[in-house]
């Protein structure tokens, strides 16, 4: 059995021979058969990240790709770095990709002969794109990867090519993705000159012989500009809603439950090994800095989520107000809060991607997923009616879903630094969680009165999409809905089993820890770790505030729903507020997700500059 | 957002970042000098691995996983572009008509098609030597075959190039890199670690594990192309789109002055 070092590669190199395999098995095998090849593949992949999972424990995996060690704090090679935050979200990408392969088994139409396994090919080729980027300790290999991510992304994305909506939208992901992604390259070679090293490590070593200057923000800020892109960070996330409208339910269920994550992964791990040493970014600037545009996305993300009508883009919405909570909770820097972000991120994965799946029933069923246009006509899918609702509970926090624990963990270290930073979460969730549950209770059970579209109703409306499938008249098949409940599952596991969280707990522990993780890529004594190990205990207020979310998701679902405003004259005031501020604040929000290429690119800029004002500012 | 404030918007921020970069460039160490971190302890390793092209070493030795990235980037495009490019189900096929070839040009076609496959090899082949390698040499043979269809015509092109076998080989050469890699564990050693006998340095057989991950990455690199260019080559010469109801397009012209 080789050692731990030398399996760490694998998760990267076994889903690409995969890749080749299925393309080559596609030409040879009918449909079935690749399929379930592709699954298998998965399966062996998940298995290898649980074995390197386990023999990680607390510490770090360090591995030299090539064999080229490192000498006297220098190296020609490429290091591979596992701590259990990194292998764990490579684990997680493999088990939704093993999901995903499982719940597209019979999802799209028979494929061009000869292509069978060209989609599960380009899951295989997205899987070690991810693993990569979350095992690498080197900056230009995590750029590598991070593009062979984006390639298959873009492609996903545009996949349905029957209808041009889809490329439009791959095509505005590719260009602003593409754009950030430049941007960072240039980051990465400002810090190369500066310091001759591409390893995150060795280049944090090296920046420490220098001053903080005008180069070291702006390569912080340029190698920062994809993480930010990826991860949706307002405003940088304009691409996300329009790319989840149109890509294929499956791609949607990995684009949001993972890959968005991974921006948000990337932004902390470069910062915490690259910049949080002395000749870098100092930790309050950054904290202020990140903190700012998480709450900003938390809000934006929740507001926009709760104006939409299209499902997809309500939960792409959504996703987006959550990656704002996770960026202001990792902002803060302490294991306490990366336990939470982790847990809240883990238990997230599951329940985004079931509420995708079960949207891809109602597009699947009646080709449509517009929340007026299906209005009571999800009656008859009772157990997809049923998970979804769950899934809006989870989403708006309730215990004891991964998703509850780790907004309380998150709200409780927030609360240490700030006192009113819990009601931001409990805002978000119960905004985001009560679109959620309002869309389950008009399409599922026809609740309410027909609604009508509101003043500010200016985006699209999501019917008369093309179905993803050909045949209207075959059952549902039972692996769509099965996948979700699985996942439903899966989340609430996290939140049950303790032993995730102590997991986790501990691993963002050792992930924070920038002295460590240079010791250890140098081969040199780690200092002892003196920080407390962060509890990811259920606590009463942990469960009382996620009760008091998901009451206060539900009182809006149901206001939506029932409109008591329209009944009682007591309401009318807030009915008038409620109209000023859709024309006052909503609609100029909405308007400003154009759709619009050159809008974009606009505000990709106007962002960087932003953040290197805000930062320069403060070094 | 109206056209005017978005320019304001781009220009005012576009500004910025431009003051911005430039203060970090006049930081960066002065150009011309003797100092070459990195580039010095490259070429120490490509030496010691009897490597005589040092940028084969980083790329194929020494920084060997960033090419298996690259390489699957370009697969997972190409993959990509087969996917987004196939025929919709809205969408015909038209025989394309054959134009006619002046003489001379067919002529110089058939002399140069060998020559060019020869070069293509050669660069593919002596990668751990001069300049060039799997990649630059991937695209020269590439190009070999598509001279048929500038010198013949496009039904001389796709009986030169079988799409199947080429899409195969693509996908052989892109998984050859991955499981080459193996040798490394199965020596004990690392993950594509270069553990073959290194040879005699500027010998065709030198740098161990870098020609054969060269010939895995050519042999991606023209396929690759070749079905790249197939697809959209089906776009404008094959395939009639719904939108366009004047029947079949136009037969390619072996002038390709319309573009192509």
Sequence with gaps: MPSTADLLPLPVAVPLAGAAVLVLAGRLLPRTATDILATAWAALETALLCLLWARAGDGRVVSWAGGWTIHDGHSVGIVLVGDRLGIGLALLVSVLVAAVLVYSWRYFEEPPAGHGGTFPALLLLFEAGMCGFALTGDLFDAFVFFELMGVVAYALTGYRIEDPRPLHGALTFGVVNSLAAYCSLLGIGLLYARTGELGMAQTGAALAGHRTDALVVTAFVLVMASMLVKSAAVPFHFWLPDAHAVAPTPVCMLMSGVMVELGVYGTLRIYLTVFAGPGGVPAAAFTHTLAVLGALTALTGAVMCWQQRHLKRLLAFSTIGHVGLWLLGLSLLRPQDTAGAALYITGHAGVKAALFGLTGVLLDRHGSVDEYGLFGRGRDSRAAGALFVAGGLALAGLPPFGTALGKAVAEHAAAERAGWLPALYVLVSALTGGAVLRAALRVFYGAGVVPEPSHSDVETSGDAEEPEVRDPQRPVPRTMTAVPALLLLGALAVGVWPGVGRALGSAARTFGDHAGYLADVQGTAAPALTTALPSTDWTLTGVLLGVLSTALAAVLAACAVWRPDRRFAAARGARTLAAWGDRRLVLPLRRLHSGLLGDYVTWLTVGLAALLIALAAQT | ?260
Excluded: W
């Excluded at chain 2, 005012?12 to 431009?18: K, L, P, Y």
């Excluded at chain 2, 020869?118 to 001069?130: D, E, I, K, N």
């Design chain 2, 1 to 260: 957002m109206n056209r005017r404030a978005r320019t304001a918007m781009f220009l005012a921020a576009a500004g910025v970042t431009g003051g911005f970069l430039v203060a970090a460039f006049t930081q960066l160490p002065p150009f011309g000098t003797k100092d070459h971190p990195y580039g010095t302890r490259a070429v120490a390793a490509s030496l010691q691995h009897r490597t005589a092209n040092a940028v084969s070493a980083v790329n194929f030795d020494q920084r060997a996983l960033d090419t298996l990235g690259e390489e699957f980037i370009l697969f997972g495009a190409v993959l990509g572009a087969v996917a987004l490019l196939r025929r919709a189900r809205d969408e015909d096929r038209a025989a394309p008509q054959p134009g006619g070839v002046l003489p001379s040009t067919r002529l110089f076609g058939a002399c140069l098609l060998p020559v060019t496959v020869l070069v293509g090899a050669y660069v593919v082949a002596h990668g751990q030597l001069s300049p060039g390698g799997g990649f630059q040499g991937g695209v020269v043979l590439a190009t070999a075959l598509h001279l048929a269809y500038v010198a013949a015509d496009y039904r001389v092109l796709r009986r030169v190039r079988p799409l199947a076998v080429f899409a195969a080989l693509d996908a052989v050469g892109a998984g050859a890199y991955s499981l080459l890699g193996l040798a490394g564990l199965c020596a004990s050693a690392a993950y594509l670690q270069n553990v073959l006998p290194l040879g005699t340095f500027n010998d065709l057989a030198s740098g161990g594990l870098v020609p054969l991950l060269n010939a895995a990455v050519g042999v991606e690199v023209a396929s690759g192309v070749i079905v790249l260019i197939a697809q959209f080559l089906d776009q404008a010469v094959d395939i009639a789109s719904p939108h366009r109801p004047e029947g079949g397009p136009k037969a390619p012209d072996s002038t390709g002055e319309d573009g192509r």
